[in-house]
């Protein structure tokens, strides 16, 4: 009889890519099975999966798979949930994934520099029943600071990027490779599954000449709905999952810009399409609407509310004057310390044994949590353990019954979000600016 449990293997070490394609120069990095990114995982939602990590570089890690709602002990986060990974040892992560969507996994020790080195991969589960669509595909984003000679540039965790926007860097990769052509079919309806792996930088994409539905959020389904201004944002850490039917002109070819930062619009990709004629005049009639995950409903009339509130950075009006609580906790090596503060604490690096929980929840409680940016930056905010259903941005509710893992928020918005807290354990909340992390933009709950 065939086992029950899917079983793979990973190995971490270090590797070498080329960004630029076949040609290009190498880039040493530290890869999953030796690629940039790791190999996608496809699991499926229900179904017990069994992941046996080696560690095969010459320091600690863990793996952490982010946005799945998984028992505490594999969470992957460092003397919080599990002791790290020993160089030349092993740890077996066994989890059933209880949603179906787009998730990622990656380390979540000495996070910026593992991340940035190129740890990251994919990891999708499948629907039992998926929508119709022609191609599933996966773009995963990364952004690399490369110096001339297409080595990782130096100066991670410096304190400018720690205090700023993080370690935003100058070239963009799609599944690995600088993006050539994208070859679509006239007619054809893809679903596109976007994931932000940077460590810093956050993204808009504009699909000229197209209009994409989005469909899920971080994994979790949402009502299909079209963007007000056709950007698709995505900070680090997010997955948007669209579905674009091709309705451009066979053998033309249309930009894909990321105009995310003011001024400095690049083209990510081109889709261009075959000459051959449309698959279909008309774009396919059938349902965009994924099956809804089995999350709970938030009790808001019963709700406990907590806020947290982020501090700090530069022009951050010297908030962190009072910090006190763990800046003692800084990671040996980081030059810059705390930069960043959550209720005026900072908890530095990636995960301790012994951090202090900033409030704790009963089980089964409905958390209504305020999310409040006193700073001057964009933080994505990211929940182990849990999605969020986002109530409202800055006052106004927020459409589409959305869920999410991470939430952008600009500078001095307020968000408000809601979940059950089902799910037992000490749970990390963070910015997912991996230098904003590090230099104290993260928290710890607990769930009794
Ligand atoms: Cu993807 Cu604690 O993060
Ligand atoms: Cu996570
Ligand atoms: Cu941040």
Redesign the pocket.
């Known amino acids: 009889m065939a086992s029950a449990v899917d079983e793979r293997r990973i190995r971490v070490a270090p590797g070498q890519a080329r960004f630029t394609g076949s040609s290009g120069p190498l880039t040493p990095v530290w890869a999953y099975d030796g690629t940039v990114p790791g190999p996608m995982l496809r699991l499926r939602q229900g179904e017990p999966a069994r992941i046996i990590v080696e560690n095969g570089l010459d320091e600690e890690t863990t793996v952490?798979w982010?946005?799945i709602r998984l028992q505490n002990a594999m969470d992957g986060v460092p003397g919080l949930t599990q002791p790290p990974i020993k160089p030349g040892t092993s740890f077996v992560y066994e989890f059933t994934p209880p949603d179906a969507g787009t998730f990622w996994y990656h380390p979540h020790a000495n996070s910026l520099v593992q991340l940035g080195r190129g740890l990251a991969g994919a990891l999708i589960v499948e629907e039992a029943e998926p929508i119709a669509v022609d191609r599933d595909l996966l773009w995963l984003l990364q952004d690399w600071r490369l110096a001339a000679d297409a080595q990782m540039a130096p100066g991670f965790g410096s304190a400018m990027d720690a205090a700023m926007s993080g370690r935003i860097g100058n070239i963009v990769t799609i599944n690995g490779t600088v993006p050539i052509d994208q070859r679509v079919i006239a007619g054809e309806r893809i679903r596109l599954r976007l994931a932000n792996a940077s460590l810093a930088r956050i993204m808009a994409l504009r699909f000229e000449g197209h209009r994409p539905v989005v469909v899920a959020i971080d994994g979790q389904p949402c009502d299909p709905h079209e963007l007000e201004d056709g950007r698709v944002v995505l900070a680090p850490a997010m997955r948007i999952d669209v579905v674009i039917d091709m309705q451009g002109d066979p053998g033309k070819r249309y930009a894909v810009i990321d105009d995310y930062y003011d001024g400095l619009a690049y083209k990510l990709t081109t889709l261009a399409y075959d000459t051959a004629s449309p698959l279909r005049t008309r774009p396919l009639d059938a349902p965009l609407g994924l099956p809804r995950n089995p999350l709970p409903e938030p009790d808001l009339a019963e709700a406990e509310r907590q806020e947290i509130v982020l501090q700090g950075g530069m022009m951050g009006g010297g908030k962190l004057a009072g910090v006190g609580g763990m800046m003692g906790m800084a990671t040996p090596g980081m030059n810059g310390g705390a930069a960043w503060a959550i209720n005026g604490m900072s908890m530095t690096g990636d995960g301790h044994a012994g951090m202090a929980p900033r409030f704790t929840l009963k089980r089964g409680t409905t958390c209504h949590l305020t999310m409040r940016n006193e700073t001057a930056w964009w933080h994505p905010m990211?929940i182990?353990g849990f999605s969020m259903s986002v109530l409202s941005r800055n006052g106004s509710p927020v459409p589409n019954r959305t869920w999410q893992?991470t939430v952008l928020l600009a500078p001095k918005d307020t968000i408000e979000c809601a979940f059950v807290a089902d799910n037992p354990g000490d749970w990390m909340l963070h910015c997912h600016v991996a230098d904003h992390q590090m230099a104290g933009l993260m928290t710890v709950f607990r769930v009794t």
């Open positions: 952490h982010h946005g990211h182990h893992d």
